[in-house]
């Protein structure tokens, strides 16, 4: 195996062998934003998507970000959004002030962010800022037929 197929392996483990990652979340609650409810715990949510085998979608955000408001105004009231990420995604939501760690681990530098990992942490997609309901309907809906295609097949 080349290096370049390591590197999601390692920070697979890095994340769930790592206590400090966590930091304000030290537990395994889930937050409530509109109608769908996020792990915020990403070592369970890690947990939950291998035992599962479903990818995982990780919300970047913060209380004080007005686009991020907007986008679950919008995203997360909308039922086909909320149906397929609740029955295809593990979801997680991270405050990036509150947990600053995983943040600079995935690179993330604004708000909001929305980052699709498969259950062995290799990223499929980023969608980096602010998105409309359709492009994100369309980038959910591409990635649970991928995955679920990718499941059946083993």
Same mark, same amino acid.
């Given at each position: 195996?080349?290096?370049?197929? &390591?590197?999601?392996?390692?920070?697979?483990?890095?994340?769930?062998?790592?206590?400090?990652?966590?930091?304000?979340?030290?537990?395994?609650?889930?937050? #409530?934003?509109?109608?769908?409810? @996020?792990?915020?715990?990403?070592?369970?949510?890690?947990?939950?998507?291998? $035992?599962?085998?479903?990818?995982?979608?990780?919300?970047?955000?913060?209380? $004080?970000?007005? &686009?991020?408001?907007?986008?679950?105004?919008?995203?997360?009231?909308?039922?086909?959004?909320?149906?397929?990420?609740?029955?295809?995604? $593990?979801?997680?939501? +991270?405050?990036?002030?509150?947990?600053?760690? +995983?943040?600079?681990?995935?690179?993330?530098?604004?708000?909001?962010? #929305?980052?699709?990992?498969?259950?062995?942490?290799?990223?499929?997609?980023?969608?980096?800022?602010?998105?409309?309901?359709?492009? @994100?309907?369309?980038?959910? $809906? #591409? +990635?649970?037929?991928?995955?679920?295609?990718?499941?059946?097949?083993?």
């Amino acid at each position: 195996m080349t290096l370049k197929r &390591w590197i999601p392996v390692l920070l697979l483990l890095a994340v769930l062998f790592s206590g400090c990652i966590e930091d304000v979340y030290p537990d395994y609650g889930k937050l #409530e934003l509109k109608d769908l409810k @996020f792990f915020t715990n990403l070592t369970k949510a890690f947990e939950v998507s291998n $035992t599962t085998g479903e990818p995982l979608f990780l919300y970047f955000r913060s209380d $004080t970000c007005g &686009w991020c408001k907007k986008f679950e105004e919008e995203s997360y009231t909308n039922s086909s959004i909320v149906e397929i990420l609740s029955n295809n995604f $593990t979801v997680v939501s +991270i405050d990036v002030y509150k947990q600053k760690n +995983i943040t600079k681990l995935y690179g993330v530098r604004g708000t909001p962010h #929305e980052l699709f990992l498969y259950a062995n942490g290799s990223e499929i997609k980023r969608l980096p800022g602010y998105v409309d309901n359709q492009t @994100f309907l369309n980038t959910i $809906t #591409e +990635i649970a037929n991928l995955t679920r295609g990718l499941k059946n097949e083993t």
